[in-house]
């Protein structure tokens, strides 16, 4: 195993009583990348988290962490630690004492100021400097968030894991959280394994993306490769629109409606703000979207033409 | 008069006639003079009250302060892992809480009685031992504070399990797994977790359990012999061969007050009492 991949998975399945939830997954984590897994719901991308953390058992397959099988350890004594869904911060203890909770079991712990000067510069990292002595339900949902991150960066692990961490945020806090996010990771530079099923989260955060579907790895890439070069029709479509032409790929901002070139009739038009979102159908019947500036002005059943880039055509 | 406190009039003229009014007579005994055949007479004392403090007295109400607090100690050991047990056995829940339930089917009389022919010298447990050849004589097993706790904690462990239950099911599996994912050994979850986050059911279950210890009379009647009188049994005895109905009384407040303390003690700020 190369010195910079942190965790590795080795040919992983886990079987349930009624389904195959993770199908033969290997998978390589460089240190310090922030790696997503991205995927539709129950697609075993938490299952495999889960399996990461030593909540659930690999029915056949390896976890490696640093080097070495963590298959037969339990969760307390393997140097990962989770930033649950709903986030699973104690409720009988303040911010203090939930950021604190693990410090005791660490190995190499010894009680003093060190700890109290640990919990205070990671409360800082996130921004919750002065809510110590709160309850977590005294806190708002983005604070809880930041409660949860805290409580798992303090120890330090190899590797975070991240399950839909922001799932449960409006989306206006979502979005402001993504950067927050990404560059707390690049501020401390522990490896951040992030679950998802949000392409455009995993899309403007990642360093890679692994996507998955029903059980499978589908393509691990940078975020450019897994949108550019799909490797497959499911990623393809997966990442953003996709307009399928004559068995060939194009996304909709490659399209360009034209004097010249294939002819439609315009079905719908979105006015989106920053762009208009138009609708098109083919004679064969096929529906093509496309992108035209937020100026253009055409009408439901106008008679248009459509080009592409042949550089943008995707073939699968 | 609306509908649903129309439909409790009932239960209130009920409570009533059958726990204000005996209470109120009972408050009222005790503060008169025995009469020679049982019964109350005049003058107006509080003579019946300063008689708990005669040691005699004052050993009993400790050792049913003690043996109750055994009882309950006892039933919080071994009902929490049951509790927890149940919380955590899926689809089978209700089949285990039916278990639990299930020796409420028949008298309470009867259940001690078989631990009468359980415990005695000719019982089942010294006879079989005998015919082992463990032992010679039969073991003292019965008519001692021993038989007496047993007989407690056999009849009262529902009340502990079933609170516990309450609690340990509303408990959420996450936080268990968080604790584990920060580093805490299953004891350290436990004590961590699993104890503070169940400390309402602990003392709805141990309020339940002490308090039908603490005036039981049947138990240490039938499992406790002459030897192992308790609070119960003094009040019984008062009102009996005694006949002494005032302090029978003022024992039967003195052990209503005791409940009482405990329940607001062991409360906490903006809980419910139970």
Redesign the interface.
Known sequence: MASQTVLELRQVSKAFATHRAVADVSLEIPRGAFFSLLGPSGCGKTTILRMI???EAPTSGEVWLNGECINAL???QRNV??V?Q?Y?????LTVQGNVE??LV??KSHKKGSDDINRVNDVLKQVRLEGKSSRRPSELSGGERQRVALA??IV?QPDVLLLDEPLSALDPQLRKQVRSELRDLQRRLGVTFLFVTHDQEEALSMSDQIAVMNAGSLEQVGTPREIYAKPRSRFVADFLGAMNWIDGIGVRPEAVSITSQGRKAFVTDVSYLGSFCRIEMKVESGEVIAAQAPPGTSYTTGQAVCFTWNREDEIHL | MKLRNAFLTPTAILMAVTMLAPLAIILVYSFLTRGAYGGVEAPWTIENYSHLWDPVYAAIIFRSLWIAAVATALCLILGFPLALFIARSGTRKNLYLGLVILPFWTSFLIRTYAWMFILRDTGIVNSVLQSLGLIREPLPLLYNNGAVILGLVYGFLPFMVLPLYATLERLDPSLLEAAADLGARPWDTLVRVILPLCAPGIRAGAILTFVPCLGTYLTSDLLGGSKTVLIGNLVQNQFTASRDWPFGAALSLALMAIAIGLLFSVRRRGEELL
């Open positions: 953390a030593g909540f339990p969760p307390y630690n989770t649950f709903g699973a911060l104690f409720p009988h909770f693990g079991h660490k409580r798992a120890l």
